[in-house]
């Protein structure tokens, strides 16, 4: 017997069982990064445009956007509402260094991809939003570069050799330092996207792009069309949350 191995072994499970076995949010024992209790109380994005997955009071095809003008990205995985404990988390990672959120956030989304993808072709390689190089010395760390590095990891343990690659050097560059996109009304957002990225390389023909939170969209739609524009034929966008019309936020918050 490999007395060696096998204390490591133990000297791990005992580690993650001391940090790690607990829920983030009620600090209860749990397998996961959250209990199913609280797990229960987040805003989950049930009813959402088809495509873009714009949350609606209703489930419908497609919202008047897609009809009118529609993205032109593959697919949209947005499992959760940009509201309540979701937005709360993801406010504390960017503005208040709660790094130890960027966990329990991915791990949701990666469950949610590994549900989504069970009977899809997943990407040859992901890719992630990033910041300007003077938000991220203000920030300390890009966000999005933590949390998609995160998420492979968990991808990585359900698939393998299917993991999507993850390039050491993220091929997309933001070029336009901007005000911060949550002081922006939706207009300044769409007309501050334009021309703020550029992509420095060829990629494969399936790709995931991800980023946080959507909102208006304006921002994955340009990186998107630079992806198509350097050999991508698909692109799958991958976030966190979706940001409701201000009108469906209010509806979707009213109690039943």
């Known amino acids: 017997m490999d007395w060696m191995k096998l204390s490591t072994t133990k000297i791990t499970k005992v580690y993650h069982r001391v940090f790690f076995n607990h829920c983030y949010l009620c600090n209860n024992d749990t397998p996961h990064t959250l209990c199913k209790f609280c797990q229960q109380g987040l805003p989950t994005n049930l009813n959402h445009c088809k ?23 593959h697919t949209c995985i947005a499992p959760y509402r940009f509201e309540g404990i979701i937005k709360t988390l993801i406010h504390s990672i960017k503005f208040n260094q709660g790094i130890h959120y960027i966990r329990p956030l991915t791990y949701l989304l990666s469950e949610h991809l590994l549900e989504t993808y069970s009977c899809d072709q997943w990407p040859e390689q992901i890719f992630y939003v990033p910041s300007h190089p003077k938000r ?61 990225y550029q992509l420095d390389r060829p990629i494969p023909k399936h790709v995931a792009l991800f980023d946080d939170v959507m909102t208006t969209g304006s921002t994955i739609e340009n990186c998107t069309n630079l992806l198509l524009k350097a050999g991508a034929e698909r692109v799958d966008i991958w976030v966190i949350a979706r940001t409701p019309d201000k009108e469906h936020s209010v509806k979707l918050s009213e109690p039943a």
């Open 51 to 73: 495509h873009c997955k714009r949350p609606t009071q209703y489930h419908t095809n497609l919202c008047g956007n897609c009809q009118t003008n529609r993205p032109s990205y």
């Open 136 to 196: 991220i010395k203000e920030r300390g760390f890009c966000q999005t570069k933590a949390m998609t590095n995160q998420l492979v990891k968990y991808l990585k343990q359900h698939l393998n050799e299917k993991c999507p690659s993850l390039p050491r050097n993220n091929p997309l560059k933001k070029i336009k330092h901007l005000a911060a996109q949550h002081s922006l009304s939706r207009k300044e957002r769409l007309k501050s996207q334009k021309n703020s």
